[in-house]
T-cell receptor, first 112, second 114 residues
């Protein structure tokens, strides 16, 4: 079945550092890929998505490119802020009535 | 306006009790979901409904029973609560169930069973 693997956290960075959170997936067909973010004590918010190979999703300075050849969807940001501290989830959804499958989440801690 | 709203946000209850969590979406979506997030933040789908019809039913104890009175509502009823049911329960919705359609989540219901 479909699955998503994320790097273990926590990821600890200083403000203005470069961020990469790795995400790889296993899926049949042509799934869509998502990054969701969960701030402390809050629900899940869509951060960005990509629906086909080579698409780049971007939002709030975050980017991720759908790489079919490496089955990856790594999240990047050039300069993180303290307010980016949260848990980031990579997710995948296949076609039709298929469930959204999440990775285990990566906690990001940004210090001033 | 809240797109996906669920109540209550916090719920503390004793083992053996029966409780319900209500969910409503005002996005006009056809598909609604319940996800469970455990203490390690792992998210797993429990149920999915499309136009009031159950389409995904993961391996969940039959103490959990979803009910969809109309396509804008998907409530979760839990009988005989156990300690292991303590978790955050997220309601969500999407326009149809296509792969590219974004799933929008509610703010979660924090359930603690004591």
């Amino acid at each position: 079945g479909n699955s998503v693997t994320q790097m273990e956290g926590p990821v600890t960075l200083s403000e203005e550092a470069f961020l990469t959170i790795n995400c790889t997936y296993t899926a049949t067909g042509y799934p869509s890929l998502f990054w969701y973010v969960q701030y402390p004590g809050e629900g899940l918010q869509l951060l960005l998505k990509a629906t086909k190979a080579d698409d780049k999703g971007s939002n709030k300075g975050f980017e991720a490119t759908y790489r079919k050849e490496t089955t990856s969807f790594h999240l990047e940001k050039g300069s993180v802020q303290v307010s980016d501290s949260a848990v980031y989830f990579c997710a995948l959804k296949g076609t039709g009535f298929q469930k959204l499958v999440f990775g285990t989440g990566t906690r990001l801690l940004v210090s001033p | 306006d809240t797109a996906v709203s669920q109540t209550p946000k916090y719920l503390v209850t004793q083992m053996g009790n029966d409780k319900s969590i209500k969910c409503e979406q005002n996005l006009g979506h056809d598909t609604m979901y319940w996800y469970k997030q455990d203490s390690k933040k792992f998210l797993k789908i429990m149920f999915s409904y499309n136009n009031k019809e159950l389409i995904i039913n993961e391996t969940v104890p039959n103490r959990f029973s979803p009910k969809s009175p109309d396509k804008a509502h998907l409530n979760l009823h839990i009988n005989s609560l156990e300690l292991g049911d303590s978790a955050v329960y997220f309601c969500a919705s999407s326009q149809e169930a296509g792969s590219g359609n974004t799933i929008y989540f509610g703010e979660g219901s924090w359930l603690t069973v004591v």
